[in-house]
């Protein structure tokens, strides 16, 4: 007879031949001929919890737990409340691993289609320390009932991509400080620097004439002062493909983008595409990298 549950456990490669084979684990264990679907499919769900707490797969946990937290509910095994608070803590957990590759995010909640409790917590913003440490998710008062428990709470976070400096976010929704000063004294920095150069030039120039086959000309003096050759950060391909790895040809085009929109829909892109990547590949490294190099590039040219 076909395993019952199979949906919940598809995604996660568990294949026939590896549910008969827990079957009979099961049944010799316990001495039992016929173990029940429901059985096997818990039994199921605590190996894959233990493989993927084993390599410390954060976004493998958020699923597993998520998943075994419909299948509790579907089938009145017990209520899913606990199991959806792992699904959430692990997903936390999964950005804290950004976090400590150096991108900084906050995790906004996105009360979809919900109930009255978790619409009233709809777009508060907490930084991932702060969430981990109130688990705000999910909704302890939630009233949701999707099979037979209340309280299956839909919320999720959405993480938004956050500044250095920006370090304080409090779980009100005041607007957010927008620390513009330093941009504003580097501006004015930059057009004093021309203008003076400029007028060096023009200086030069006028008093004294040269041979126009090696005179300076003048734009070449300005804008050897505007564009930095080096930032603070590495920036170069070579620093990125040593670090992350991946395709210098991207790394190219984005250390080369100079529109703040085409760079954050590289950055997006690759943000996409890391949430399909296990941590510890090198696809997951490299999408680590791509955003990297993406973020680094939107602040050397001014874009936040
Ligand atoms: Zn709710």
């Given at each position: 007879m076909p395993f019952q549950y199979q949906?919940?456990?598809?995604?996660?490669?568990?294949?026939?031949?590896?549910?008969?084979?827990?079957?009979?684990?099961?049944?010799?264990?316990?001495n039992q001929k016929n173990v029940s679907d429901k059985d096997l499919a818990w039994s199921l769900?605590?190996?894959?919890?233990l493989e993927a707490a084993k390599k410390n797969n954060a976004n493998l946990l958020s699923r597993i737990y998520y998943s075994q937290a419909l299948f509790a509910d579907e089938t009145r095994r017990r209520n899913p409340f606990d199991l959806l608070q792992q699904a959430a803590h692990w997903k936390l957990m999964e950005m804290k691993e950004l976090e400590n590759a150096g991108l900084k995010y906050a995790a906004k909640i996105s009360a979809f289609k919900s109930c009255e409790a978790c619409k009233s917590q709809d777009g508060q913003i907490f930084t991932i320390d702060e969430?981990?440490?109130?688990?705000p998710l999910p909704h302890k008062e939630c009233t949701t009932q999707l099979f037979n428990y209340p309280g299956f709470c839909r919320c999720e976070y959405i993480f938004e991509r956050i500044k250095e400096d920006q370090s304080r976010l409090t779980t009100s929704n005041s607007?957010?400080?927008?620390?513009?000063?330093v941009i504003n004294i580097a501006l004015i920095a930059i057009v004093v620097l021309c203008f003076a150069c400029i007028t060096f030039g023009w200086v030069l120039q006028t008093f004294f004439p040269i041979d126009s086959a090696v005179a300076i000309p003048t734009s070449t003096l300005s804008s050897s002062?505007?564009?930095?050759?080096?930032?603070?950060?590495?920036?170069?391909?070579?620093?990125?493909m040593q670090e992350y790895g991946g395709n210098p040809d991207v790394y190219t085009k984005i250390l080369s983008l100079t529109d703040c929109t085409t760079l954050q829909q590289e950055f997006d892109q690759?943000?996409?595409?890391?949430?399909?990547?296990?941590?510890?590949t090198s696809q997951y490294k490299w999408s680590i990298g791509y955003m990297k190099a993406s973020d680094n590039r939107m602040k050397q040219i001014a874009c936040y």
């Open positions: 949906k919940y456990f598809t995604q996660f490669g568990v294949d026939e031949q590896a549910i008969e084979k827990e079957r009979s684990e099961l049944s010799k264990q316990f769900f605590a190996k894959l919890n969430a981990l440490q109130k688990m607007p957010r400080p927008r620390p513009r000063k002062v505007i564009i930095p050759t080096s930032t603070a950060s590495g920036t170069s391909v070579d620093q990125y690759a943000s996409a595409n890391l949430a399909l990547q296990s941590p510890g």
